[in-house]
């Protein structure tokens, strides 16, 4: 580690959790991030922060004028471009020395393989069901630990779902494939700091799986009701009849 990464993340570092060694272990790893949406730019930016050595971050979308209220990587001047490419920008500016790799494309079928492969932990930021079915199997075809988030309207989720573990819980043993799609922010709203909060929580748990401190959500479900502020856990068993894993 350089004399300049010493004093960056300094403030980690005199965590006894984490010492040099823990961050070293995040300057080692590459993170997939897949969507750079409400809760992919918190995600990123933290991350980065963080020195997370490699973040592949992917969306095939643009930035509009209706994601500034919440996608806080982007900014007025960056309508109209990739979200991709303006999250890359907002990362240089936060940390030089992290490596990123912008996928300006939906990853699909063998793609999202090779992404989650090369990845050690994977970050699910997506908006929509399809996606987040997707990138759970690949994951658990890879055996990639996966930190999964949800926003919508004033609730939220997070949860790790780690198939490494054999008695770990999968997304597909919560949620059945056959779920509406019709859950988004277009049709339903969303608090602007809801996805920071949950956006931040994956963030955190991406950094204990990675640095190996402290006890994960693996097979706990958080849910949070903003309105109230209230949290609530639920825990998550594997389901062996589940279609996605429960043949491994």
Known sequence: MKDEQLLRYSRQIMLPEMDVAGQQRLIDATVLIVGMGGLGCPVAMYLAAAGIGHLII???????LTNL????????????DSKVGSVEETLKGLNPDVQITSINKRLLNEELDRAVNQADAVVD??????????????????????????????????????????????????????????????????????????????????IKVLSGIGTTLAGRLLLLDATNMEWREMCLPRDPKCGACGAN
């Open 58 to 64: 992917s969306d095939h979308d643009t930035v509009e």
């Open 125 to 206: 930021a997506s908006d929509n069901f399809t996606t987040r079915f997707d990138i759970n199997r690949s994951c658990i075809k890879s055996a990639k630990p996966l930190i999964s988030g949800a926003a919508i309207s004033m609730e939220g989720q997070v949860a790790v779902f780690d198939s490494r573990n054999a008695d770990s819980p999968c997304y597909q043993c919560l949620y059945q494939e056959e779920k509406d799609d019709d859950l988004s922010c277009a049709n339903n709203g969303v608090m602007a700091p809801l996805v920071g909060i949950i956006g931040s929580m994956q963030a955190m748990e991406t």
């Open 69 to 80: 209220q919440r996608q806080i990587a982007h900014s007025q001047e960056n309508l109209g």
